[in-house]
């Protein structure tokens, strides 16, 4: 059987079907035409290379298709890649099915939804409850299958519920040690990136090619702080709750260069974006670990500023 995308090593020969998650034609050195791939299956992706090709070879690899490919997985820049020789599209009676080569959150959607409900009903003031509430309704579709990024953290089909629910178990635990109120660290968890559902454009695999007009425009961040003022303003919140939970939504990144003009204001603004940070560092490591053996090291993670990862060990 051939080996899964996570346990790729330098040199391995690859035959085996993928999913074609972008393919794009670009122009090399001395104006040579290549394709540039992302081919995926359910333990992760991987960058595919057809080093000659001809001119509108992209449009018979459109997103979302399933290939056959041959190849060899090779290390460039420290990321691993292969080196396509041969490729074709699966068809009928190859047996395979698109829902296969997805990645998933390793818990069910239903689950993990019902989860937020759960947390929404624990809130006291009803005012945020209703707010959270109400625009948790609205987004029900799209957060069960969302991703929570193109690309890096919790790039997966339901990601974004599996990203906040962690993050709603972590926000438990802290609050045993320090003194936070919980109805806006519940509130700041589960809609700080609630607008990423209208940023990404994401089909119901949870594959994102690209983000939306509006995404590249203004980001989930300015596009949540509208949402709340808009569901605010239906409900007739008191503006200095939806000040709160609009600056939590706006500081969440806490970085200029990542979207977040300001540094939160109170403490539990603070705790959501050490939450946000722990979470999303936390998944990338496990996946990294997940690529390797045991006292090995990993491709350098750009997510994780370039490190390698080191699978310890002990027992």
């Known amino acids: 059987m051939n080996k899964k995308v ?5 040199g391995d020969n690859v035959e085996g079907y993928f999913l074609v998650k972008d393919a794009q034609e670009k122009l090399g050195k001395n104006n040579t035409r290549y394709m540039d791939l992302v081919l995926s299956d359910d333990t992760g992706d991987i960058n595919g290379k057809i080093w000659s090709c001809r001119e509108g070879m992209q449009s018979e690899f459109e997103k979302s298709c399933v290939v056959k490919v041959r190849g060899t997985v090779k290390s460039w820049n420290s990321q691993l890649q292969i080196n396509i020789e041969k490729i074709r599209r699966a068809n009928e009676g190859d047996g395979v099915s698109i829902s296969s080569f997805i990645a998933s959150a390793p818990e069910s959607a239903a689950d993990m939804y019902n989860m937020v409900l759960t947390y929404i009903d624990r809130i006291r003031n009803l005012q945020i409850k209703q707010l959270v ?5 609205q987004k029900e579709t799209r957060l069960k299958y969302f991703p929570a990024a193109k690309t890096n953290h919790h790039a997966v089909r339901s990601g974004l519920l599996y990203h906040i629910t962690t993050m709603l178990k972590m926000a438990d635990k802290v609050m045993e040690v320090y003194d936070l109120d919980s109805d806006l660290l519940y509130a700041g968890v589960i809609l700080h990136d609630i607008e990423k559902t209208s940023e990404l454009d994401s089909n119901e695999f949870g594959i994102t090619a690209d983000y939306t007009e509006e995404g590249k425009l203004l ?6 702080i509208k949402l709340v003022e808009r569901v605010g303003a239906q409900l007739r919140t008191d503006p200095d709750i939806l000040y709160m939970i609009q600056h939590m939504i706006y500081c969440h990144h806490y970085e200029p260069e990542y979207g977040s003009p300001l540094k939160p204001m109170f403490k539990e603004a603070e705790m959501l974006h050490y939450l946000d940070v722990i979470d999303a560092r936390m998944y990338d490591f496990t996946q990294a670990e997940n690529s390797i053996t045991t006292g090995n090291f990993s491709e350098k993670i750009w997510s994780l500023h370039s490190r390698q990862v080191y699978k310890p060990t002990l027992k």
């Open 133 to 137: 509430g109400e625009i948790i309704k």
């Open 6 to 10: 996570r346990d790729y090593r330098d």
């Open 219 to 224: 980001g989930h961040i300015i596009m949540g």
